[in-house]
């Protein structure tokens, strides 16, 4: 056995200097754990599981000192390069198991009964109630070991090697700016989360028909001056004062007047996101006005 082939074996490379990257992605965090939000730590903490604490480490010192030339995230796919001690960089490859369409319309239908749940994910928030969305579901939205698949094109032949624990440290780290890269991962572009989401809320309202108050004529004003000789008359009881309670004939009808507002730099999603709590105020307000609301 080759001097070469023991050390594979054994997994011992003899310590390599990677060559200066210029303009490489250099991690945020210098020193300390990775990741700020709760979503980035859960994404590290599955990396960490695997073991290989040497090689997790110089993959830490990798994605610090800026060795990572481009990431690309693609539904259920990562793909990135990486500047090792060879001329020509490694290509680093880390595919998850995307969500079947069952398991999608499963969670999307979780999500969709919570407007201000759906609202925060719109405000671009990741609700810490999401894994319990999903988990209602049957779902799981962060991938398990068995989930992943990692490969490298380094003659390391450990799984994470340097390169790809570089690249899943700076995921996490973009997963702090856009937690929906997560849904990305998983199958699905934040959009078609979105969209799927308002289409749930959209066929799960009442139409307009049935939310319609019964119109009735209005009663012909009698002139003001044959009134006034009994203005200080004890008017008719209240008792025949009838209120409607019914979602509006037209929602958010008077955003929709307006237009986009001018303040915002995402009016749509400002837009969208007024809609979800207009809807969750009525569903709340509904169901204290019909009895379902917390007793006491």
Known sequence: ?????????????????????????????????????????????????????????????????????????????????VQGSRRRPYSVRIEIRPLSEEQWGRAIDAMAGQALFAAQLLAGEMPPEIEEAFKAARVSLFPASGDIEMSCSCPDWAVPCKHIAAVYYLLGEEFDRDPFLLF????????????????????????????????????????????????????????????????????????KRLGPPPFSRRPEAFVSTLTLVYAAVTDRALALAFGEGESG
């Open 1 to 81: 056995m080759s001097r070469r082939r023991y050390n594979n074996y054994w997994g011992y490379f003899p310590k390599s200097t990677p060559i200066p990257v210029k303009d490489g992605i250099k991690a945020r965090t210098q020193r300390g754990r990775f990741g700020k939000n709760w979503w980035a730590r859960r994404w590290i903490a599955v990396l960490e599981s695997f073991g290989w604490s040497n090689r997790l480490q110089r993959g830490r010192t990798y994605a610090r000192k800026g060795q990572v030339l481009n990431i690309d995230v693609r539904p259920g796919l990562v793909t990135a390069r």
């Open 184 to 255: 990305t991962l998983r199958g699905r572009t934040r959009e078609q989360v979105m969209e799927a989401l308002r289409a749930r809320r959209a066929a799960g309202a009442p139409s307009i028909e049935e939310a319609a108050p019964v119109e009735e004529p209005e009663p012909q004003a009698e002139p003001l001056d044959a009134a006034l000789p009994r203005f200080w008359d004890p008017g008719e009881s209240l008792g025949g004062f009838h209120v409607t309670i019914a979602p509006p004939a037209v929602e958010t009808a008077l955003l």
